[in-house]
């Protein structure tokens, strides 16, 4: 199994070694979290061409927020190595192709979805989220794409997404969370599931610094 880095300071050694090329992964977690931070992480940890598609956010909200931490956005998209695709979330079947297109054009490999959690409200059944989800990473892995999804927690929810299905149909599941440590609020995150991987099951602090998230593998919160 090739493994490629998620760009995110100790996120490769609690993923058992990084992320598992071609595969599809869900980034999940609760509002703040840090979750855009981390999948712009994961498209500039290489100079493999990559894609930030939006369903919220609009593209120059995506620059700034790159800039915030000195990451040139504007200079791999002159270069043709990186592109921001902003859609509605409704329209998502007619623009796969248009995704796909943009894929091939600039030979991407690395592809960030924000968020599942948009498509989802727009559709009537969650079932219909799974067969989206499922499309996608169809045509993510027939482009040898290794691929981000990225989703929300509902507060005192105890589903992994906000739609309980997103986690299912992804490969692997990394959750960002607040966890409470002696009456203080702290940031935690836990690899799920990386199916055939041995990963860390643990949750492990991280801090959202001037250079993006880091993590400390080496310790953990015991509940």
């Not at 931490?69 to 990186?82: P, T």
């Not at 986690?167 to 055939?196: C, H, M, P, Q």
């Amino acid at each position: 199994m090739n493994k490629i880095s998620s760009g995110v300071t100790g996120l490769d050694e609690i993923l058992g070694g990084g992320i598992p090329e071609r595969s599809i992964m869900l980034l999940t977690g609760t509002c703040g979290a840090g979750k855009t931070i981390m999948g712009l992480q994961f498209l500039l940890a290489s100079n493999e061409p990559g894609i930030y598609v939006s369903f919220e956010e609009e593209e120059d909200g995506i620059r700034e927020t790159a800039k915030i931490f000195g990451w040139d956005i504007a200079k791999r998209e002159a270069a043709g190595k990186f592109r921001i695709l902003k859609y509605d979330p409704f329209r998502l079947e007619d623009i796969l192709e248009v995704i796909e297109n943009n894929i091939r054009e600039i030979g991407a490999k690395r592809v960030v979805f924000d968020s599942v959690a948009a498509l989802g409200i727009y559709l009537k059944e969650a079932s219909e989220l799974r067969r989206m989800i499922l499309q996608i990473d169809r045509i993510m892995k027939k482009n040898k794409c290794t691929t981000v999804i990225v989703s929300e927690i509902i507060p005192g929810s105890s589903s992994l997404s906000r739609f309980g299905v997103e986690e299912f149909v992804s490969d692997g599941v990394i959750v960002l969370d607040n966890i409470n440590v002696k009456g203080e609020y702290k940031r935690a995150v836990t690899v799920w599931k990386l199916r055939g991987v041995n990963h860390s099951r643990r949750m492990h602090p991280y801090n959202i610094t001037s250079r993006g998230i880091i993590i400390d593998p080496k310790n953990v919160f015991v509940k």
